[in-house]
């Protein structure tokens, strides 16, 4: 079984920090991606990325960034957090450059104070 | 462009009685299109996938969807409901003619299967 595995479940950071989120995959996926979640607005993509160092911009992706140094692994890095990142953030991985499923983690619950 | 919708924000069903998801889309080329499911407190799981070919497409948990071109829409469907169904549910869709791997998700429907 594909797992995706995120480095926290809940996460609760103060105005202004930087914040890292890390998502790992152990299927040798080419994609990545990173969703926020929000009730009422459904999963809006941040950033994606088809392959290591590449990265696309995703519907929403100011006030992020993205780091993808190995394939297995996709961060995301809130450079100085607000409080309207406050969210569930979901990783998910797939394979190929076809209309393959996703795979998603567990999600982190991030509260910015 | 590629979008999806889903008109329903919550969907109430008897146990036993056959339920509906509705889901339509746009899209400039061809569409691919998804459901996944998320039970409560847990990730999204993948439930089945259009990609071509038969309109009708099967899925896990006895779940299945119809795809409809002319009305650019996919319906998710079960002939009996389980209350273990209760959860909520999201379609997807990506544009074939898109060059990456770009997937645009609806904004989900709660599904309620009542005992």
């Known amino acids: 079984d594909v797992k995706v595995t995120q480095s926290s479940r809940y996460l609760v950071k103060r105005t202004g920090e930087k914040v890292f989120l890390e998502c790992v995959q152990d299927m040798d996926h080419e994609n990545m991606f990173w969703y926020r979640q929000d009730p009422g607005l459904g999963l809006r993509l941040i950033y994606f990325?088809?392959?290591?160092?590449?990265?696309e911009k995703g519907d929403i992706p100011e006030g992020y960034s993205v780091s993808r140094e190995k394939k297995e692994r996709f961060s995301l890095i809130l450079e100085s957090a607000s409080t309207n990142q406050t969210s569930m953030y979901l990783c998910?991985?797939?394979?190929?450059?076809?209309?393959?499923?996703?795979?998603f983690g567990p999600g982190t619950r991030l509260t910015v104070t | 462009a590629q979008s999806v919708a889903q008109p329903e924000d919550q969907v109430n069903v008897a146990e036993g009685n056959p339920l509906t998801v509705k889901c339509t889309y746009s899209v400039s080329g061809n569409p691919y299109l998804f459901w996944y499911v998320q039970y409560p407190n847990r990730g999204l799981q993948f439930l089945l996938k259009?990609?071509?070919?038969?309109?009708l497409v099967k899925g896990s948990y006895g779940f299945e969807a119809e795809f409809n071109k002319s009305q650019t829409s996919f319906h998710l469907k079960k002939p009996s409901a389980l209350v273990s169904d209760s959860a909520l549910y999201f379609c997807a869709v990506r544009d074939e003619s898109e060059g990456y791997q770009k997937v645009t998700f609806g904004t989900g429907t709660k599904l309620q299967v009542i005992p």
């Open positions: 998910a991985s797939s394979f190929g450059p076809r209309a393959h499923e996703q795979y």
């Open positions: 259009y990609i071509t070919g038969d309109n």
């Open positions: 990325s088809y392959d290591v160092k590449m990265k």
